[in-house]
């Protein structure tokens, strides 16, 4: 199994970043996808997740300015970050949760696969 992050960097506020998480090694339609992120000393926070039928849920601190997508074609999942502000400085981490948890929940405790994550840096 794999997720593999990719398009973090450093940015001011008010910038955009695209992340990207390429999935290998198990049925991609049988989970649904996630991003959290997690900033040194803090818990990891669930940020946004979809589901097989494009269902999303995003945390209320992203809301309008987040997108999730996906591309089941390629089993790739995708995160368009708009006006980004400092407080959204964090490692972003591509996250699986499978079929049968709750997945609007956004808890960690449902997710089944990580990704080693990205590095987000907003500067003021």
């Known amino acids: 199994v794999q997720l593999m992050e990719s398009g973090g960097g450093s940015v001011q506020a008010g910038g955009s970043l695209r992340l990207s998480c390429a999935a290998s090694g198990f049925t991609y339609s049988r989970y649904c996808m996630a991003w959290f992120r997690q900033t040194p000393g803090q818990e990891r926070e669930g940020v946004a997740i979809?589901?097989?039928?494009?269902?999303?849920t995003y945390a209320d601190s992203v809301k309008g300015r987040f997108t999730i997508s996906q591309d089941n074609a390629k089993d790739t999942l995708y995160l368009q970050m708009n006006n980004l502000k400092p407080e959204d400085t964090a490692m972003y981490h591509c996250?699986?949760?499978?079929?049968?948890?709750?997945?609007?929940?956004?808890?960690?405790?449902?997710?089944?696969?990580w990704g080693q994550g990205t590095q987000v840096t907003v500067s003021s």
């Open positions: 996250a699986a949760v499978p079929y049968g948890r709750w997945c609007a929940r956004m808890s960690t405790t449902d997710v089944g696969y």
């Open positions: 979809i589901d097989h039928y494009d269902r999303t």
